[in-house]
């Protein structure tokens, strides 16, 4: 797509292969991750402070909105320390390799019909296994840091990640089973047109299957979106850094750029995960009510108004995850693999022998 706009605008297949490969690989981070992040600190910052009956940042800008600048300007600047008993090879590589696994996920999420990455076929496989990079990130920060709060904290991470990616691969698979696709740019373009067609209401067409569905496709949506809370390490299953009990978890001895490089991961972790189900259930970049460069003949306009919808979905549900975390309490170890393995893996499991057979319908 942008490759072959290159291609025609330039004539020449080596500049436009450099040039395409340089915007899929910086383009997010710079476009995108960064003001992501840093907008979605502030807006933790004033949801929590509205639930809890406080105003938050006001005074550097408007409402505060210097306030998060200014704080990761602060971050950067401090010492990077590491303590002599550190594994210092592995305690300086785990933020990088937690940030590249969260980045690398990005390169498979259609953000329009024009912009992804990289458009292969097995897209959800690849995100699904490129972020467990992640999960060696995490425990390589925990057995590096030489603190028993890090170790179990990176511990209780790795159980739980695993753990939940059981039931969410077993919904990924309904969805490969009624679409038939793994990647997410064809996901998305299977739920063209209006919201009907989104696979949370039985998916496009109008056969007797697709009605027969709808209950099952609710469920799957609500155990997928369980999951990556635990997946990213949210509240209820924020167990890997409760403060109450481990400090800080596993990047307790992390500080300055290092400590800046866990933030943005899990802020890019939260949009990541929003923006996979967004493109599973409910119609990607896709627009529920038709398109306005449509409607007026500006073709040109449509990719814009698709990037603006598959935003709002993401930061819709990145929203309800800090929702929830300033609503419920943290749930204990013990409670939070109860909730995998007895309910929400069987579930998933029966929810997906039921959508294979009206599948075969």
Not at 167 to 174: E, G, H, K, R
Not at 223 to 249: C, H, K, M, Q, W
């Amino acid at each position: 797509m942008m490759y072959d706009f290159l291609v025609d605008l330039f004539g020449n297949s080596v500049i436009a292969d450099i040039i395409a490969g340089t915007i899929q690989s910086l383009l997010p981070l710079f476009a995108f991750i960064l003001p992501f992040a840093l907008f979605a600190v502030y807006l933790e910052r004033k949801v929590s402070a509205h639930m809890q009956d406080r105003l938050g940042p006001m005074r550097v800008g408007w409402h505060g909105w210097k306030q998060t600048i200014a704080d990761i300007l602060k971050l950067i600047q401090k010492e990077d320390i590491v303590a002599k008993d550190n594994d210092k090879l592995l305690f300086n590589l785990a933020p990088i390799i937690v940030f590249a696994g969260s980045y690398a996920a990005f390169a498979a999420i259609p953000f329009t019909s024009i912009f992804i990455g990289t458009e292969i076929d097995l897209g959800i496989f690849y995100i699904v296994a490129v972020t467990g990079i992640v999960v060696a990130g995490i425990l390589m920060a925990g057995w590096a840091s030489n603190n028993k709060y890090s170790l179990l904290g990176s511990m209780r991470s790795v159980a739980q990640i695993v753990s939940y990616e059981i039931p969410t691969m077993l919904v990924l698979l309904s969805l490969v089973m009624i679409s038939g696709s793994m990647s997410l740019h064809t996901l998305s373009e299977q739920q063209t047109g209006y919201a009907w067609n989104w696979y949370i209401f039985g998916g496009p067409g109008s056969a007797l299957s697709k009605f027969l569905l709808i209950p099952f496709m609710f469920i799957g949506f609500l155990i997928i979106y369980i999951s990556t809370l635990a997946e990213v390490n949210r509240t209820p299953f924020d167990i890997p850094e409760a403060e109450s009990e481990l400090v800080s978890g596993y990047h307790t001895e992390y500080s300055g750029m290092k400590f800046a490089m866990f933030f943005l991961a899990e802020y890019a972790n939260m949009f990541a995960v929003s923006a996979i189900v967004v493109a599973l259930f409910l119609g990607g970049y896709q627009s529920p009510i038709g398109y306005l460069g449509d409607l007026i003949g500006a073709h040109w306009m449509i990719p814009i108004e698709q990037f603006s919808w598959f935003t709002i979905k993401g930061v819709f549900f990145v929203f309800v995850q800090m929702w929830l975390r300033w609503t419920l309490p943290r749930v204990r170890v013990d409670q939070l693999m109860t909730i995998c393995w007895k309910y929400l893996i069987p579930i998933a499991f029966v929810n997906l022998i039921i959508i294979g057979l009206i599948t075969l319908l």
